[in-house]
């Protein structure tokens, strides 16, 4: 815990000033403008721990896709990428990029259906499948490592030596995918964010009453961070809510509420296929390979001969729910500033 406390403050002194879950009175001016303006103000906090996003064409099956990409800190000879879980968005790697973009440069992309990217006209199983999940990733990256990022209306330049891919829940298993298929060279590690095959395929056996009992729409987003604090099921920390939250819900015009971007209810014929394999994929996976885990429980058999044969770093977050990196930021932080200082000193 010392060790961890030593790296990096809880949260930066800018975002502790001006959010309004931080002790700061209500006459400030964040506050007031919470107040007076609450939708604009939840939909533009991204700009608190990211510096732009851009709005891209990427080739997906059979057509093009416009996916959100957010970017943070300046570019370096190593990058992280980071990976979603299901009907999140990249938001929920917020407090964990302001930590580390001062240091490493920090992209994220939000999955078809998910966030800001836009929805597809094909049905959602076909769409959010693994191996289509995987190779759009693989796509975003080839654009992002060519040329046609270089143009200069391109908000940033992506040319690392190096790539660590971060991936959260279903995003964990996209990454493993994506470094198993060996495509793209500079990727030289892989790291988990509460997944583990065995336990994940297990836990789908509650997603159907997590679902049933789950708001389908909500006033206001005010309502809807609400919900998500005291559910059991998101993250605890108010701070990560806040920006998270807003990018799961959309406007809907007919109802005149928010619902959710994301069905989950249309692609849960799908999940357990994202995980099959999973953990044969990540031990045989090179370079660097870390999991994160919100207790020991989550290991499954294979994953656990792993550890013990030393196959991976373990690091364990006692006070976590699932949404380690929101509840928990400043941990994950500085583990994966541990991983990439390790291949700060490995050659490329």
């Known amino acids: 815990k ?154 940033f330049q992506f040319h690392p030596s190096k790539i660590l891919l971060v991936g959260h829940s279903l995003g964990g298993a996209v990454a493993t995918q994506v470094s198993s298929l060996k495509s793209i060279p500079q990727i030289s590690g892989t790291i988990l964010i509460d997944i583990v095959e065995g336990t994940a395929i297990e836990a789908l056996s509650n997603l159907d009453s997590f679902l049933q009992k789950r708001p389908s729409s909500f006033s206001s987003y005010q309502e809807a961070i609400t919900w998500c604090l005291n559910s059991g099921n998101s993250t605890k920390n108010k701070i990560s809510a806040e920006v998270s939250v807003p990018g799961q819900l959309k406007w809907d015009e007919k109802k005149e509420k928010l619902v959710w971007r994301t069905d989950l209810k249309q692609v849960r014929g799908e999940m357990e296929e994202w995980f099959v394999g999973m953990s044969e994929r990540f031990l045989a996976s090179s370079g660097t390979r870390v999991v994160i885990l919100a207790g020991t429980d989550r290991l499954d058999k294979k994953m656990m001969i792993g550890q013990m044969q030393g196959k991976f770093q373990l690091v364990l977050v006692g006070n976590a729910g699932h949404y380690v990196q929101e509840d928990e930021p400043v941990i994950t932080a500085n583990t994966l500033l541990s991983a990439a200082s390790r291949e700060d000193f490995v050659m490329p």
Request: proline share 8%; aromatic share 12%.
């Open 2 to 155: 010392e060790l961890f406390k030593s790296k990096v403050p809880y949260l930066p002194k800018e975002v502790k000033e001006d959010n309004p879950s931080s002790s700061s009175s209500s006459s400030t001016p964040s506050s007031r403008y919470q107040e007076s303006h609450p939708n604009e103000y939840y939909e533009n906090l991204w700009s608190k721990y990211f510096d732009s996003f851009h709005d891209v064409q990427i080739p997906f099956q059979s057509s093009s896709q416009s996916i959100r990409i957010y970017s943070a800190g300046n570019p370096s000879s190593l990058s992280f990428l980071f990976l979603h879980g299901a009907g999140l968005s990249s938001l929920s790697f917020s407090l964990v990029v302001s930590l580390l973009k001062s240091k490493y440069h920090c992209i994220a992309f939000d999955f078809p259906n998910h966030g800001f990217s836009s929805s597809t006209t094909s049905s959602p199983p076909s769409t959010l499948s693994l191996s289509s999940l995987s190779s759009l990733t693989i796509s975003l990256l080839e654009f992002l490592l060519s040329d046609k990022s270089s143009s200069p209306d391109f908000p």
